[in-house]
């Protein structure tokens, strides 16, 4: 059924409930993003976190882009690709010179920014965005974990908010709360003091299926986005050993950590102070808390076997339990739709 949200007059190809994949870098390349955006739901391609002259990254992006148009079939190199683009912007250095012109060649329909390290990055950022993609009507997604922080994202001119709980898998705000609150309350905020603008909310964090969709439309989100689930599907390059890893993993609120720990042991310690990231919890973080130093828990890490799943860092939201199967994107994104348009109708029905 054709969305009659905001979202359809953004993105004629979607479909109700409005499902988005997370951009998450190495992981959500073209593969996912075209399959999940052919099934209704709207893609983010992982864009990467360098944009200097020497990255590798920003050619990578662009070849990503390019297989999206090719997976996709869209041939007119003037039409919108629909699908988005999500960047990390603790330092936005030589994003304007490297990754705008990227953008502004193959056009996403979207770009979606998170973690600066200033509010003045996304402040600049923004509106340079819309200005390079006016001529399709680019939109600028920001993720937020806290009210001041949509505040500030709604004031800085972003087209919509990504409220991202804690129990979001990933890298996030170190403290915060779960959608249950953090939702209505950023919703509550742009009722108040954006009257005027239409901001719509994505729900982001521990939404696995349909009947997290249905509690995010509920709560006052306008959509959904799905991280974790999305990484055990078949479209992604993940190997089939972590996926089931995934599949295998249960009771989520405990099986999985909040830490900086695991980008220290991975040597990705580049985030912020505000920011930590989840995962499950496996041999690295266990002998963390057992006293074992950083130095040799890095040592450990870097000498495990290739097959050696229990000292890789595998970022996962709390609700990995509820994964049970591999599945392809188009199931994810038709089943959990069709999932939360049963429930909503059942209660429904109920209150009548």
Known sequence: MPSTNVF???????TTPFIASAPMFGTATASLVAAVSNAGGFGFLGGGYDFSTTSGQIPALS??????????KIQDPKAPVPVGVGFLTFNTDGFL????PVIAAHRPAA?????????AQHASLIPALKTAGAEWNLKVFVQVGTVAAAREAAEDGASALVAQGVDAGGHQWAQGAGIVSLV????DMLAREFSGKEIPILAAGGIMDGRGVAAALVLGADGVVMGTRFIATEETATPAATKERYVASSDGGVSTIKSTVHDDIQGTALWPPPYNGRAIIG??????????????NIAKYKNAGEGD??????WAGSGVGLIRSVLSAKDVVVQSQKE???ILGRVNRVLL
């Open 8 to 14: 359809s007059s953004w993105f004629p190809h979607t």
């Open 63 to 72: 070849a990503e882009l390019t297989n999206t148009r090719i997976l996709l």
């Open 97 to 100: 010179e490297n990754a705008i």
């Open 111 to 119: 770009v979606w920014l998170f973690a600066p390290k200033s509010r």
């Open 184 to 187: 209505p309350e950023v919703a």
């Open 283 to 296: 041999a690295s973080y266990q002998d963390f808390t057992n006293g074992v130093s950083i130095e040799d």
């Open 309 to 314: 799943l229990s000292r890789k860092i595998l």
């Open 340 to 342: 939360a348009k049963e």
